[in-house]
């Protein structure tokens, strides 16, 4: 029940709401402003603000740099990872499935081209090793977990299945599936899953990276199976429906440093601005004290001189 509360308040407020994207500005301006008020207090309005703008966007411009390069144990593209109204995935990498003859194919030269697509553990560089020993590498687990990510995306695009279990077909698929699993029906006492259509690679998925894009894409093999229970509720042997398609995906490495880039840049200008303000009205105050002094002394002048 608390895990179900927790979820709930978390998804109560989504990223696109203005309570969402005025969190952080009413945030800065609370902290910011408290130091501000101390400021003025001390120098006045303007030299208080041209102060607080300095040390703040000179800290806010030393952390985008971390957020940005990253640093000693702390890789880059963390801290600022969205701008406001984006989810905190939007600049995330990704992988976006796609079929042969799809508008998104025709970006991919390699589309064309299968001979260009080796097994993952070669892709990674280890095809004279063993599997049992390249799965102990780091680098080849990242890229096997990587490209089993993409094996669920073009899964999920080949059979899209609602939380119900009912795959989302448009009718002539649909009839073509359900006159397969009619003729491939295992007995006459069998009866449907309440998943009734599935899909999964039939093919192991190789890699390779584009000829014309240099995006990293991945392909598998998928066949629709209707799924079948006997007259105690065991599954069946699935059946399969449909004819297997090659599906494709492309790695979107996505721009997560694009955020802390801009923070940086802004800060950055918004710190010189600043300097530049409080420069101009330290250099005021003293042509004011000079001239102070300077009309003392001249009072001072005996009038008989």
Do not use: C
């Not at 945030?27 to 910011?32: A, L, Y």
């Not at 144990?73 to 990498?93: F, K, R």
């Not at 997560?256 to 010189?272: N, V, Y």
């Amino acid at each position: 029940m608390s895990m179900e509360l927790i979820v709930a308040v978390e998804a109560a407020i989504p990223a696109d709401h203005p309570a969402a994207m005025l969190a952080v500005p009413l945030g800065i301006v609370f902290f910011v402003g408290s130091v501000f008020l101390l400021l003025w207090s001390n120098y006045g309005a303007k030299k208080g603000a041209a102060i607080t703008g300095v040390a703040w966007f000179g800290f806010a411009a030393i952390m985008g740099l971390f957020w940005w390069f990253g640093g000693p144990g702390i890789p880059a593209g963390l801290g600022v990872s969205h701008l406001p109204g984006q989810g905190n995935s939007h600049y995330a990498s990704s992988w976006y499935a796609f079929e042969p003859g799809s508008e998104r194919a025709d970006f991919f030269t390699s589309v064309n081209n299968l001979n260009d697509f080796v097994d993952v553990k070669e892709y990674a560089g280890y095809g004279d090793l063993e599997r049992e020993e390249a799965q102990q590498r780091p680098f080849f687990t990242s890229i096997n977990g990587s490209v089993g990510q993409a094996v669920d995306r073009m899964r999920e695009q080949f059979l899209p299945v609602d939380a119900n279990g009912v795959a989302q077909i448009g009718v002539s698929r649909r009839e073509v599936y359900e006159a397969d699993a009619t003729s491939g029906r295992p007995d006459e006492a069998a009866r449907r899953a309440p998943t009734f259509f599935t899909a999964r690679n039939v093919t192991d998925p190789t890699a390779t990276d584009d000829r014309s894009t240099g995006l990293r894409l991945v392909t598998a093999q998928f066949q629709a199976y209707a799924n079948f229970l006997d007259a105690d509720g065991v599954p069946l042997d699935p059946v399969p429906v449909g004819e297997p398609v090659d599906w494709f995906a492309f790695f979107d490495p996505g721009q997560r440093t694009l955020p802390a880039m801009l923070w940086t840049l802004i800060s950055l200008g918004m710190f010189l601005v600043s300097l530049l303000w409080l420069d101009r009205l330290e250099a005021k105050e003293k042509r004011l004290a000079t001239d102070q002094i300077e009309a003392a002394e001249d009072l001072a002048v005996p009038i008989a001189q």
